[in-house]
């Protein structure tokens, strides 16, 4: 009895630490919980910077893409440029923009209703260095428990991000 009840509190813990893993980027001084979602090395780059965390399990997952967008580029002057693109590709009335300033982090989500799914494109810039990152991914209701995970793990990414300048 005591042998399955250890077992039982080291299978929970091991849980609960699966469940807040945080990423470190050292070279900006940044960190950002993602969740219980899994950090797939294979899909990932280092230069220029793009990881995959996914849920599910290929071809059956959805990822949230973290990226380096830009560099040496004023998040204002980025975020223009995407206007244009989204003027010129014809998209306006699918899509909103909204500026967020939260934990001293200026940012702009960029959501398209389009139909190969919802876009969610969140947008940051580290101002010490100038370049600029986002978290991004496209929703698929054909894969329901995957879709969820990423959508609340994607959220927690953005709320759980901090950068010390």
């Given at each position: 009895?005591?042998?399955?009840?250890?077992?039982?509190?080291?299978?929970?813990?091991?849980?609960?630490?699966?469940?807040?893993?945080?990423?470190?980027?050292?070279?900006?001084?940044?960190?950002?919980?993602?969740?219980?979602?899994?950090?797939?090395?294979?899909?990932?780059?280092?230069?220029?910077?793009?990881?995959?965390?996914?849920?599910?399990?290929?071809p059956f997952s959805i990822s949230v893409?973290?990226?380096?967008?830009?560099?040496?580029?004023?998040?204002?002057?980025?975020?223009?440029?995407?206007?244009?693109?989204?003027?010129?590709?014809?998209?306006?009335?699918?899509?909103?923009?909204?500026?967020?300033?939260?934990?001293?982090?200026?940012?702009?989500?960029?959501?398209r209703n389009s139909k190969i799914g919802?876009?969610?494109?969140?947008?940051?810039?580290?101002?010490?260095?100038?370049?600029?990152?986002?978290?991004?991914?496209?929703?698929?209701?054909?894969?329901?428990?995957?879709?969820?995970?990423?959508?609340?793990?994607?959220?927690?990414?953005?709320?759980?991000?901090?950068?010390?300048?």
């Amino acid at each position: 009895m005591k042998v399955q009840f250890l077992i039982v509190i080291v299978f929970s813990a091991l849980s609960f630490s699966a469940l807040s893993d945080e990423f470190l980027y050292h070279p900006e001084n940044m960190s950002f919980d993602y969740g219980n979602l899994k950090h797939n090395n294979e899909l990932s780059k280092k230069d220029p910077l793009s990881l995959v965390f996914e849920a599910g399990i290929s071809p059956f997952s959805i990822s949230v893409l973290f990226k380096q967008e830009a560099k040496n580029l004023s998040i204002e002057a980025f975020i223009n440029k995407e206007k244009n693109n989204i003027k010129s590709g014809g998209y306006e009335s699918e899509t909103t923009l909204t500026k967020h300033v939260e934990n001293n982090i200026t940012a702009y989500e960029i959501i398209r209703n389009s139909k190969i799914g919802r876009i969610n494109w969140y947008i940051f810039q580290i101002k010490n260095t100038n370049r600029i990152y986002s978290f991004w991914f496209v929703e698929n209701t054909s894969l329901r428990q995957e879709n969820l995970t990423v959508t609340n793990n994607y959220q927690l990414m953005k709320k759980s991000l901090r950068v010390v300048q």
